[in-house]
């Protein structure tokens, strides 16, 4: 085992060369719809871990982008750590002005930079300085997911599916996303989302009492989804509906998308037959509704596995001299969720700090870098 002051000493010292780094894949746009800007990303990585020597793996995909799974020491016996972040991010190209990415003294700001590009970053860093302080006692896997931010569904699922199989033999799994103070994710709220398609009858607003309004039936179905407000069970936010043609008429169509979040999977069971009656029951005589379940991420749950990782991860620390990290749960959904359910140690949330991610105004801290890089070299030496 390498002394852990010998390993931080390499990685504030390859601190700089890093950030530069950092900013590179955030000045390369990548929204998750930018299959192009995806795959600029994640070449980028490719490119620097050949490099290095170490070896490159890509699943192809024909609408997302490419996964990238890069692992150094690959042939080394004991069992890989596997870090992870994704690449893909939420703003479309141009939002973020050119270039992309502003610095000043603390901070770096622009799209990406905290979720989850950051995170990226730091494992390269980690990686870089295991490798130049010798370290060869196990692989240590970074695997790149593509279409995080769009819940997998331009893949249809086949790119986290990939980095579950891909992980399967892991020791342990450190998920990159963003930190929150000295804290880890180790479980999650799952999301389902639905569309309900109403069809109705259409008629001139002056024999209204003719027609069957679409969208009167929505405004039923919204009432009754709404009701789903349960903090540690379903909670249900309608946040977009479309419906009609013009003002003077009876609207014989409206669309209605609803969220619903819950805390296991057994609840997503729940939820999809909640939905189901209230899309079956129609109010407005003469009117329908079609049912489709557009999104879903299963739910991070609790498990004994991650916690026990938790504890392991945390003796290491405080070996080292690292702040311990506190368990805590995470109200968004995450690729964690699908690993911890294939039945792999997860931890998640162990990137760089910042805030306003999924906003004009994401920012991360600098020297959150070097902090997350010891974090994931730590255990990657000491495990």
């Not at 590009?117 to 860093?125: F, R, S, T």
């Not at 010798?134 to 990939?162: C, H, M, W």
Request: glycine share 8%; proline share 4%; charged share 25%.
């Amino acid at each position: 085992m390498i002394s852990y002051e010998t390993l931080f000493e390499a990685i504030d010292r390859l601190s700089e060369r890093f950030i530069r780094f950092w900013i590179d894949i955030c000045n390369i746009e990548s929204p998750t719809v930018c299959k192009s800007g995806v795959d600029a990303v994640g070449r980028y990585f490719a490119d620097y871990a050949r490099s290095m020597g170490w070896t490159v793996e890509t699943f192809p995909q024909p609408v997302s982008g490419d996964v990238v799974c890069i692992t150094m020491n690959p042939d080394a016996p004991a069992k890989p750590l596997t870090l992870s972040a994704h690449i893909d991010t939420v703003h479309p190209v141009g939002s973020f002005g050119t270039p992309p990415v502003r610095c000043d003294e603390r901070h770096i700001y622009g799209p990406g930079v905290m979720d989850c590009k950051g995170g990226g970053a730091a494992a390269m860093l980690a990686m870089t300085a295991l490798h130049e302080c010798g370290f060869d006692a196990r692989p240590v896997r970074l695997l790149l997911q593509s279409d995080e931010e769009a819940n997998s569904i331009g893949s249809n699922k086949t790119t986290i599916d990939y980095i579950c199989k891909k992980s399967a033999d892991s020791i342990g799994f450190l998920n990159c996303e963003s930190i929150r103070g000295s804290t880890a994710v180790l479980w999650r709220r799952g999301i389902a989302r639905y569309r309900l398609d109403i069809a109705g009858k259409a008629i001139h607003a002056s024999r209204c009492n003719e027609g069957a309004s679409a969208i009167t039936e929505a405004a039923f179905k919204i009432i009754e989804l709404e009701k789903m407000k349960d903090v540690n069970g379903l909670t249900c936010n309608c946040g977009l509906i479309d419906g009609g043609d013009a003002e003077n008429t009876v609207p014989d169509r409206c669309t209605l998308h609803a969220e619903v979040r819950f805390d296991n999977n057994a609840q997503m069971e729940e939820a999809d037959r909640i939905v189901g009656e209230i899309a079956a029951i129609c109010h407005v005589p003469g009117t329908s509704c079609t049912l489709t379940k557009t999104i879903w991420r299963c739910a991070m749950e609790k498990c004994r596995r991650n916690f026990d990782f938790l504890d392991t991860i945390n003796r290491i620390y405080a070996d080292c001299g690292l702040p311990a990290l506190t368990a805590r749960q995470s109200l968004g959904g995450s690729d964690a969720a699908d690993v911890t359910a294939y039945g792999i140690p997860c931890i998640d949330s162990v990137g760089v700090a910042g805030d306003y991610i999924h906003t004009r105004d994401e920012y991360a801290v600098l020297s959150s870098l070097a902090e997350a890089a010891k974090r994931l070299a730590a255990v990657a030496n000491g495990i």
